[in-house]
């Protein structure tokens, strides 16, 4: 048996041990650990309350939430909640958000790209005062681009916010189905 050989079986010998070893780690397909509780079945998603001076960004991070929770789970989402009938609430509260120059044109000295950045926090907690998950800590960042042009200048401010608020509620809404 030769070097090449002796090398090849140890690898494939070492490669087959790995995949045993991993077959039991408790890896699962995503959307398969369910977590919650069984009796759950109605989620009040009041709007998330907005800690900062971005107009209106915890109504549209609320809107991405519940059409995600909709479109992901098998539970009723209400948006109000006086005759106490729901199992959990879903609260949110975005605690900073901030707009910042990250490139400057150096012929003309405008800005040329900017960064927001958002932080925000989350709980599902039960009807009896359970915190079922939580989160205290969500940051997410988008760069974007600003018309070089006067004439044709679009705000791209919100359009970055937008895509903040569609990246958060799908990690939300998969970090509560994982349990994470």
Not at 133 to 151: G, I, L, T
Not at 154 to 171: D, N, Y
Request: a negative charge; charged letters at 20%.
């Amino acid at each position: 048996m030769t070097a090449f050989q002796v090398a090849r079986r140890t690898m494939l010998a070492g490669i087959a041990v790995l995949l045993l070893a991993t077959g039991g780690c408790g890896y699962h397909t995503g959307g398969q650990a369910v977590r919650l509780p069984t009796d759950l079945h109605t989620l009040y998603v009041p709007t998330f309350i907005n800690g900062t001076s971005i107009y209106r960004i915890e109504q549209t991070i609320t809107e991405d939430v519940i059409r995600e929770l909709h479109d992901r789970t098998h539970y009723r989402v209400v948006t109000t909640n006086a005759d106490g009938a729901a199992d959990a609430t879903l609260n949110g509260t975005v605690t900073s958000a901030i707009i910042f120059p990250m490139t400057y044109d150096p012929a003309t000295g405008r800005i040329s790209s900017g960064m927001v950045s958002v932080s925000m926090r989350a709980s599902l907690v039960t009807s009896k005062g359970k915190v079922l998950w939580e989160n205290p800590n969500y940051v997410y960042r988008e760069q974007y681009q600003v018309s070089r042009d006067a004439p044709s200048f679009l705000e791209e401010e919100e359009p970055a916010l937008g895509r903040i608020a569609q990246s958060f509620a799908k990690t939300l809404v998969s970090d509560i189905l994982e349990a994470y």
